[in-house]
């Protein structure tokens, strides 16, 4: 076995890994606001695959399918958190979990209903098929496209939290949502937009992995699993934890998949195991909340 | 009893007729389920009550009582199956000697998650009980010349099985009821036991307040480990019981969805009731069995009636029913 094999499925990792870490940013945003959990996460984030094979289909071009499903499953994620999740804060913090796993039951089969069962492909845009030759192998273009869109819109985020007016108050609506009101601004608002983005994340991640996986409407199952032990791993609510989480959970699932295939889905719960037992709250979690 | 639990102060009111029957809990439970076949339109019905009804009250125990919301049951109902059908299909075990080993291996698996998850609080919790449960499940699907793979476990068939000299025929669908609820009253008992001893108030003060009972002087950590254990003991035998029902174990059995069904029947029948759970399984399976006569996607119909009972009859049916009834918390 050489060195650039080995490279290779380092690069298949991080690729694999960027659309963990964009999926888990919206289940970690979500909960560093809101405190709320979103077991619908992975149903909409199939949910996010097939608006976009549809709009791609119906627009006849992939990148209207990025672009557009986003947003659409987005603003849906913002009537969700209209109608349902808003009766539910300052009840039990249980109540909006359960709640959205319900939810999940219903999106799913919904899409059955419309959809049906059974696996749809999701053809990769033309301008993307084939593979770039790096030099010490081949590389498909299309993950390479991922792994660069996920790296800008990381930073997008970033900078719109960071450098921001928005930004600022939304970092301070996590810390202290009562102290925001009373500074007059409509912490209700920040929320809805809040819950729309994470949503819109996980409706981005279904889109991009569209190509890379089959769309069929239990893929949501697994990437929720997948989304809680990258958020566990990298503390829940951190962004910096997501981020490194996911690339290590991409990572570790590429490099084990090259010399133990049948150990590939189990290397993350046991890289989950080890970090609770070492760290309860996660790498890059702060204690008392959660552990 | 004293429970030092609720922060209220649990006045016994006068006992009404209804609220001094509910004293015997298990007797009243048992004489419920003993004319269930023939209150159901079906016996595999019944006795699919009857097991989804112990797998859910172990469940209880966790969340109602102690306030733990875990999303990884499914792995404790199915390791109990799994392993008293190995038990039996593999090594030749007499099946009441399967059984018993099955609950000890879940037990002990009960003990590896919860040192892990125990480890966590709050919504974490949840989430990590449900990536460990799903850690089970892929075992289970790679390690298949032991369990069968993705095709489940199959070959362990249970005919008839001898009774005190007596041989039963075990695939008459009454036979097998009944023998199956010496399990669900032998569960029932147990987890009656550990209610009413002053572990179950401890544990009912861990959901009340975690903080106060440290205080207290009692040990948080290791009351919430052997509390998962407990229930993962009896969820499992909720698993040998649909094993010897079956005879063949579907390795869905080990899925998240399986335990969110489990959550869903607690919530929709009444967590924190002693009946609450059974009540859950028999209106979950029934809905499922009515919806499904005219329509194939059932869950989409039982999905939106638990979000209806999250938003606006969080006590569930038996719990609402209790309420109305105004049986107080100290005979539930």
């Known amino acids: 076995m050489d060195l650039s094999l080995i490279i290779m499925q380092l690069l298949s990792g991080i690729a694999l890994g960027a659309v963990l870490v964009i999926t888990a940013l919206g289940l970690t945003i979500v909960f560093g606001m809101l405190g709320v959990v979103n077991f619908a996460h992975g149903a909409l984030f199939m949910i996010g695959a097939y608006a976009g094979l549809y709009l791609a289909s119906l627009t006849g071009s992939f990148w209207w399918g990025l672009l557009l499903a986003p947003i659409l499953i987005g603003a849906f994620g913002m009537l969700i958190e209209f109608v349902l999740i808003r009766r539910l804060y300052g009840r039990s913090i249980d109540d909006p979990l359960l709640l959205t796993f319900g939810l999940s039951y219903v999106l799913v089969e919904g899409v059955r209903i ?178 | ?81 799994y392993f008293t059908g190995i038990a039996i299909g593999r090594y030749g075990v007499p099946w009441f000697a399967a059984v018993a080993i099955a609950v000890g291996l879940s037990t002990c698996l009960a003990a590896v998650i919860g040192i892990i998850s125990t480890r966590t609080r709050g919504i974490y919790f949840s989430m990590v009980t449900l990536a460990l449960a799903q850690l089970v499940y892929y075992v289970a699907l790679q390690a298949s010349s032991f369990t069968g793979g993705e095709n489940g476990l199959r070959g362990f068939t249970v005919d008839r099985i001898s009774l005190f000299g007596h041989q039963v025929n075990f695939l008459d669908p009454v036979n097998k009821y009944y023998v199956l609820m010496a399990f669900a009253a032998l569960a029932m008992w147990f987890q009656s036991r550990i209610l009413n001893s002053p572990f179950g108030a401890v544990i009912e003060a861990i959901r009340e307040n975690e903080q106060r009972a440290r205080a207290c002087g009692y040990d948080v950590e290791r009351s919430k480990l052997v509390v ?47 009946f609450g759970p059974f009540v859950g399984a028999a209106s979950f399976l029934i809905l499922e069995d009515v919806i499904s006569l005219w329509t194939p996607h059932w869950q989409i119909f039982v999905g939106a009636i638990f979000v209806l009972f999250v938003l606006f009859l969080p006590k569930g049916i038996w719990g609402t029913l209790l309420d109305v009834l105004g049986i107080g918390k100290a005979r539930r």
């Open chain 2, 1 to 81: 009893m004293t429970h030092p639990s609720s922060g209220e102060v649990i006045a016994k009111p006068a006992p009404s007729g209804l609220g001094r029957l509910l004293d015997h809990r298990v007797l009243l439970s048992i004489a419920v389920l003993a004319i269930l076949p023939w209150l159901l339109p079906s016996k595999a019905l019944a006795v699919n009550v009857l097991i989804y009804g112990v797998v859910v009250m172990g469940y209880n125990l966790l969340f109602g009582y102690t306030g733990l919301l875990s999303f990884g049951q499914a792995a404790f109902f199915g390791a109990g199956a």
């Open chain 1, 114 to 291: 419309v959809f049906g069962s059974d696996g749809i492909p999701f053809p990769t845009p033309p301008q993307l098929i084939g593979v770039l030759d790096l030099g010490i192998g081949f590389f498909p273009r299309y993950r390479l496209f991922v792994i660069v869109l996920v790296a800008v819109v990381l930073l997008a985020l970033w900078l719109t939290l960071e450098k921001t007016r928005v930004g600022l108050i939304v970092r301070a609506g996590a810390r202290d949502p009562t102290i925001m009101q009373v500074l007059g601004v409509d912490i209700g608002r920040v929320w809805l937009a809040i819950f729309g983005l994470g949503v819109g994340l996980a409706a981005l991640g279904g889109v991009l992995a569209g190509p890379m996986r089959s769309v069929n409407p239990e893929m949501g199952s697994l990437v929720l699993a997948e989304a809680f032990v990258v958020t566990v791993i990298g503390g829940l609510g951190s962004i910096v934890g997501a981020v490194v989480a996911g690339l290590m959970v991409g990572i570790s699932i590429s490099l084990v998949a090259l010399f133990a295939p049948e150990m590939a889905t189990i290397v993350m719960f046991a890289l989950m195991a080890v970090v609770l037992l070492i760290r309860p709250q996660g790498l890059f979690g702060v204690r008392g909340r959660t552990a």
């Open chain 2, 228 to 274: 998962f254990m407990l229930s993962g003991a009896i969820s499992s035998l909720g698993g040998c019981m649909l094993a010897l029902h079956l005879s063949i174990v579907p390795l869905d059995i080990l899925h998240y969805q399986t335990s969110g069904m489990i959550v869903m029947m607690v919530l929709l029948g009444g967590a924190r009731s002693f």
